[in-house]
């Protein structure tokens, strides 16, 4: 079994991070958090929208985020970085 590392922090950047908006957060979530995520190097940004019911991926490029599709209601998507499975919008709503 790995060791964790002995640190309070990790300095390895995440390959994917997915953001839950909400209407208080979601400014800070596209202004502040998106532009410290291509910086760092995060590949792929997911941005998931619960009250909209949409989901909004993006992968980087060169330093730029490059938008790889926006999907809402009952999609059924295959998005990178995990295009192997299929996820269906509909099980993010169910209550």
């Known amino acids: 079994m790995p060791e964790l590392p002995d640190a309070a922090a990790f300095e390895l950047p995440p390959d994917w991070v997915c953001e839950v908006l909400s209407p208080s957060t979601a400014p800070t979530d596209r202004a502040e958090k998106m532009p410290v995520y291509a910086r760092e190097g995060v590949a792929y940004v997911w941005l998931v929208d619960p009250i909209a019911r949409t989901l909004e991926a993006f992968s980087l490029d060169a330093g ?13 998507v295959r998005v990178a970085p995990f295009a192997e499975h299929e996820l269906s919008l509909a099980d993010l709503w169910a209550k």
């Open 64 to 76: 730029r985020w490059v938008v790889v599709g926006t999907w809402r209601d009952e999609a059924r």
